[in-house]
């Protein structure tokens, strides 16, 4: 273990100042693992579980995932908004981040040092001759989606990164950008792989949600697919997921304690709760909601232009928003998850997770590839409508192009406000970001799209271009 813990702390330096649960969990996860080669690892069966597993919680365990995806994006766009006086969520909320800001480093290096494990795994196993082969064909594809994943997040972020798929940091430290069109396809070729050695359910985690199989890459591959314009394969992605028997959108009467628990029928693929498998909390129920509900204790809340866009009557209002009246001011508080300490979530023994992959997207991603094709506007249409009747939201009637459109986006909004940067990354993947945030936020910026690539990565990599508007 010794050659793969001075490589990826080689590494760490190189890409960013690691936050603290990077490298150092990397070497806490198994004791398996603490005292082996790089050759070992991947040694035996339980040797290459481990070092899997290891992938898996330094994800679930950032705070990049399971706190900055969701909080950072929600602030950048319109959907949350920031009460307290700390200069870094000022910042976010302001679009007014810079190069020397803290913001992009946690993502950056996060992302990278994931990245980073994936391509161990990658290469670690393709090498090994002693893994059972139909394991080793299983922890590859898995691998290869978290890689995918991580890219994902890095290009909405940044734009143009290193197209890192090696682990030789010699050969990769000077390494240019790559374009975004590039490493798309990257993605595509790693999820297409993937699912072909992924399981079609959740025996290889013994039933959790938080493994992933065949079904979680054609959700991820239709998000992809969406992202690149090829709707006709978002399409097809997102039916495959929508007609397995393994998910089932949850009903309104319990979408408000339902959705985002563990295992939930609409999971494709969750998280780990942070720092113990045995936590019930999510990290970010701990940032978002207060201590007490005082206008000294609220730090976000959801803006009015959100709130205002729902009837009074919409479940997602109600069922996952906690509408708190002081004195006479309402805040609208995110509530999807509702315990923000561990002792909260065991007394109603409920078990939350952070939810990534869930079936309402599939449904919204096949309205809009269908609603952009053009020749099954009813569909669209009717893909729509199932995401409103389980929020028991007037339902759609149209079948004209350009309304349907407008219509989905702003259904993905109400749907997936406050989650995994949804209403961040559809503003520019949809070209509407500069005309949306700059009419609201004087001190935005079209360069504030993407972050400033962190100075500690730029100083170390002369090949490594700064984003536009960043000195």
Not at 208 to 214: E, I, L
Request: neutral net charge; hydrophobic residues 40%.
């Amino acid at each position: 273990m010794k050659k793969i813990i001075y490589n990826l702390t080689v590494f760490c330096l190189f890409t960013a100042t690691l936050m603290s649960t990077g490298c150092e969990k990397l070497i806490e996860i198994d004791p398996p693992l603490n005292e082996t080669s790089s050759t070992l690892a991947f040694a035996t069966d339980n040797s290459a579980k481990s070092t899997i597993a290891g992938m898996f919680a330094t994800l679930a365990q950032s705070a990049a995932q399971n706190i900055n995806l969701t909080v950072q994006p929600s602030l950048q766009a319109d959907d949350l908004r920031y009460l307290g006086v700390s200069t870094q969520p000022l910042e976010i909320m302001n679009n007014s981040y810079t190069r020397i800001s803290s913001l992009s480093n946690d993502h950056w290096s996060t992302w990278y040092n994931i990245i980073y494990q994936a391509n161990l795994i990658v290469i670690g196993l393709e090498k090994s001759s002693t893994v059972t082969p139909a394991l080793k064909t299983r922890l590859i594809a898995e691998a290869k989606f978290v890689r995918a994943y991580s890219y994902f997040n890095l290009v909405n972020m940044f734009g143009d990164v290193p197209l890192i798929l090696e682990t030789d940091v010699t050969k990769t430290a000077f390494q240019p950008r790559e374009t975004v069109a590039n490493i798309y396809q990257q993605m595509l070729k790693d999820l297409t792989e993937a699912k072909s050695g992924l399981l079609p359910d959740y025996s290889a985690s013994s039933g959790d949600r938080s493994g992933v199989n065949q079904f979680a890459c054609s959700a991820l591959l239709a998000r992809v697919y969406l992202f690149v314009g090829r709707y006709a394969d978002a399409e097809a992605s997102a039916s495959e997921v929508i007609a397995s028997s393994l998910y089932k959108v949850v009903e309104a009467a319990d979408m408000g304690t339902k959705v985002f628990i563990k295992n939930s029928t609409e999971c494709i693929w969750q998280l780990s709760p942070p720092l113990t498998a045995t936590n019930q909390y999510t990290a970010e129920a701990g940032t978002l909601l207060p201590s007490t509900y005082t206008v000294a204790n609220i730090q976000y809340r959801i803006s009015k232009d959100l709130t205002d866009r729902f009837a009074l009557t919409d479940l997602r209002y109600l069922r996952w928003m906690n509408n708190v009246t002081i004195g006479t001011e309402v805040y609208s508080l995110p509530f999807k998850y509702k315990y923000r300490t561990n002792a909260l979530a065991l007394a109603a023994n409920v078990a939350e997770q952070t939810l990534i992959l869930r079936l309402a997207e599939q449904y919204l991603i096949r309205a809009e590839a269908r609603a952009r094709i053009g020749t099954n506007l009813s569909g669209a249409r009717d893909d729509m409508n199932v995401i409103r009747s389980r929020a028991q939201a007037a339902l759609s009637t149209s079948t004209v192009q350009n309304t349907l459109l407008e219509e989905i986006a702003l259904e993905n909004r109400k749907e997936f406000f406050v989650e995994q940067g949804f209403r961040w990354f559809n503003l520019k993947r949809t070209g509407q970001a500069d005309a949306v945030i700059g009419a609201i936020k004087p001190t935005y910026k079209p360069t504030a799209k993407l972050l400033p690539i962190p100075m500690v990565a730029t100083d170390a990599n002369p090949n490594l271009t700064q984003n536009e508007g960043y000195l």
